[in-house]
Each structure stands twice: as C-alpha cells, then as structure tokens.
C-alpha cells in the first residue's frame, strides 16, 4: 500500500519536499496543493522583472509537465480551510477532501498591511509573489514618484525598483538607519548613499500615519505621524508577514508568529511537519528557536522534510529505525541592486557581541557573536570572505576574543586556529 503525502504550499520549501520524496519513494502518493494560480517560479528573480531587467520567461522554475513527469498531483488555485490532524484529513474550498498519511505545511506567509487609513487603495503594492511583480512593474512605468514604507530587506528591493523604472521616491523609515537591527550608521549610510543615487531619498524617524487617495480612490500621498506629506501614486509596504496558519486554529499544531518545528522540521502533532519561512525552526547551532525567510534555507528545510517525512512512513510500516537528517544551515541573503555587492550570513540580527570595520567608501564588515561564537554578520563591497565566516559558524568556535583577526580583510584561518587554541589551554 502506497504512503500519502500531502504539502500545502508550492513554493521553494513545498516543492523541494515534493522531489525529495519521489526520488526516494517512487511509489508514494505526492499532492501539492497551492493556492496560487501558477507552478513554482523564482522568488529571488521578480524583483528583476519587476525592474524591467528581466522578461517573465526565467522566472518560471517548474511548469505543469514537471509534475506530471513526476507524478506528482498539483492542485492550483486550491484554498486550504481546514485540517483535520485526529482523521489525518485536508480540506480545500472546493468541497473536496485530501487523505494523507503525512502533511507538510509550506504555506509561507501574506504581506502585512500597514495599520492605517487607504493601506488597501489603489496603487498601494505588496511585493510577494509573482502576480504582485506583475502589478508593480505595470504600474511602475506609468508614474514619476513614488512611496516606500518598511526598512528591511524587501523594501530595499522596492527601492531598487524605483530606481530601475526612473520613480523618484521618498522610502519612510521609523528608526535612524535601513536594517537598524543589522547595520550600525557606517554600514547603513553605504545604502542610503546608493538610494539616493537612484532617486531615492530615505527619510528617517518617519512612517506612515495615513494615506491619502483622490476622488477615484486612487493614492495621492502618505502623511507621516508628524504631519509631513509625501505625494506619490505608487505606494510600495513592505512591514513583514501574517504566516498562513489559519487553516490551523482548530488543530493542535503549536503556532508562534509562524508554525513551532524541531530540528527535523516536525510540529508537536504526529505527521505534521513544515517547512519555509513559516518555521519557527530550532536552530541547532544557534542553540534556540529561529526563523529565516532565505530562499536557500527553505530549499534545504523541504528537503529535511521530505526525507524525514519517508522514514517515519517507512519505519512505520516495516519497523525499520532510520536516521533522521536535522536542518543545520548557514543562510545567506545577497543584493545585487547596486554597482557594490551586500551580503548577509547567519543571524546578523542576533547575538550579545558585534565587531566591525569600514575598509572603504563602499567596503565594510559587521560580524555578530553569540556567547563567543560567530552566529551572523554582514558584508558590503568585499564578499570574499564569506566561506571562511560561515565555516566558523558551522564550527561553533569560540572567535569572539579574535576580533581583530576577524576583522583582517584577509582572514588567515591558520592563524586563527593556533589563536583559539592557545586560548583554550
């Protein structure tokens, strides 16, 4: 009898989970199930698209004929209502009911709106999936100002893109700097430098406190909570995720700001697991729960996840004891907006330490530490360093009193080692 496996969500996480188990199971029963209208395409690549770089051709990962040579069943334009965990049961919008022996959720997450008056009017974008790409790009060429709300990652994508289609924009940010929680000022005026080279002007100790729309409801402008008023009629919000854990609520699935996973991406309920962004994952080498929203990351956690997935089912059924594979990964996260690389490794958020140095008007290094250990940092202008940092977070070496060593544009491994070493006798 053929094992049932069933994953929510089609995106990197889910479809990785899909492959992962038809090569090791070839007579496995495989459904994904997706609420979006097409197969799993490049996340990472419609911010290209979205700035006129890129034709809508290479973003496209997987068409439909992918799944089919795989024999794997792909449910489009399928909302998930409802779980049942006790009749191992999924339940879809449609009525129709999906049986499985094993769940994966990778369902990921929906932009957040902004908590404010017209956050919804026309011409005010979310940048998600490849449908808001679409959006944004179109209306991107017909307008000369724009709006920008969210100091993070993906905001500076929107930036980019403001850039790329000749928008001049004014990016609201509420603290001091972009990526406060990541950058000091020497780090972060690098990219402010390089948005107002584009024709965007970053406006600190600022938001959004309402917007504005004109008689069709269209926006106009957005009013920061002292009053200021930026006019623009493209509007781009990017303040985080709602995870997509509602289908959840009746069941016993633990959710936390996203869903509650072990280091084999298994919930708290048997033969439930997730994978993606939605985790809050247990981070082995970081020692405590995590979350991580990197392309890589959600790969490698869908593939633990299949794995693990096709053991218990075939320990089950034969009593055969297999080895569990745990996610440890070293995530990255790089911008290519800017005529300067920018890199990002580990949690570069986190940690009760942090060094770093600006080699030059473009080149600068922040290293983060936790309890000794190098757990995150990030890198503008010079990336070659990143494997030396990532192999010493995968270490778990005690560096945080190699500073200075760490800090050498040219990090000689050996003499760190012989560092650490003598410290530790």
Known sequence: MSTSHVIIGDGIAGSSAAETIREADPDADVTVITDEGEALYN??????????????????????????????????????TGVDTDAHEVHTHTGDVYEYDKLLVATGGTPAQLPVDNADADGVHHFWTFQDARNIKEHAEQTDQ???????????????????????????????RWWRYALSLDGAEILHDAMREKGVEPVFESGVDRFEVDDEGHVEAAVDPDGNRYE??????????????????????????????????RTGVEDVYAAGDITQFYDVILGERAQNGAWGSAKEQGSVAGTNMVADSDAE???SVEEEEEFRWVSTYSVTHFDFPFLSFGHPTLGDEDAERKYGE???????????KLIGGVLIGDLSQQSKFKKLIREERPVADQKEMLLEQDVDMDELTEATAAQAE
């Open 232 to 265: 623009g009629d493209w509007a781009g919000v990017a303040i985080g995720l709602d995870f997509n854990t509602e289908f959840l609520e009746d069941t016993p699935v633990e959710t936390d700001d996203g869903i509650v996973v072990d280091e084999y991406m």
């Open 317 to 319: 059924v034969d009593g």
């Open 362 to 372: 473009r080149e600068w290094r922040r290293l983060a530490f936790k309890d000794g």
């Open 43 to 80: 996340r990472i690549l419609i911010k290209e698209f979205a700035k006129g770089k890129l034709p809508e051709a290479p973003i496209s990962i997987h068409e439909p004929e992918w799944y089919d040579e795989r024999d794997i069943d792909l449910q489009l334009n399928t909302h998930v």
């Open 146 to 176: 724009g709006i920008i709300v969210g100091a993070g990652l993906l905001g500076l994508d929107l930036a980019a893109i403001c850039g790329a289609q000749e928008i001049d924009a004014h990016y609201l940010m509420r603290g001091n």
